[in-house]
């Protein structure tokens, strides 16, 4: 048993030091597709990466299209996150629609997973809910927030 042991232990050093080199290509091959994920307008905060196509449309085509691609709709939950979009609508010069609404209930707004908000950055004044009809949100490029009519057309920032 104690020569079997030995070679045990020996065996078990081998694969910690295989899983040891796998770790290691991961974490460079890793580190590499974040450098992807955020050229040319992308941007990591911490494990979230916000990237547009630049396209533009309603909130419902937007909010397909980052589904589509097994990401979501942009929605920042802290002040760093809201920066990071922030930075995307000045570099393009366009709001975009977050992954927020007050579809279900006016005035409580939550994101498309049904959670109500953690974070918001509304713009004073806002959400006015103008003539009745906006259940959706916009980012302006100095970060605030405004609600907007969903069927208005912005541009699109999805999260992965
Ligand atoms: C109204 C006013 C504006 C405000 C817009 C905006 C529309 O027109 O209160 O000052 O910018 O609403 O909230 O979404
Ligand atoms: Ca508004």
């Not at 020996?10 to 590499?32: C, I, Y």
């Not at 003539?131 to 699109?156: H, P």
Request: net charge positive; aromatic share 8%.
């Amino acid at each position: 048993k104690g020569d079997s042991g030995l070679s045990e232990v020996n065996l078990m050093k081998k694969q910690v030091s295989d899983l040891e080199g796998q770790l290691r290509a991961l974490q460079a091959s890793f580190s590499k597709y974040q450098k992807v994920a955020a050229f040319p307008g992308g941007r990591i905060v911490g494990n979230k990466v916000f990237v547009t196509s630049g396209y533009e449309g309603t909130f419902d085509d937007l909010k397909q299209k980052c589904l589509q691609a097994g990401g979501q709709l942009a929605a920042p939950k802290n002040a760093a996150e809201n920066t990071a979009v922030q930075q995307i609508v000045v570099q393009h010069n366009k709001s975009v629609f977050l992954g927020v609404t007050d579809i279900q209930t006016e005035g409580k707004f939550r994101y498309l997973n049904g959670d109500a908000i953690v974070y918001s950055n509304w713009l004073q004044g806002e959400p006015n809910n103008e003539k009745g009809r906006e259940n959706c949100v916009e980012v302006y490029v100095n970060g605030k927030w405004n609600d907007r009519a969903c069927g208005e057309k912005r541009l699109i920032l999805c999260e992965f």
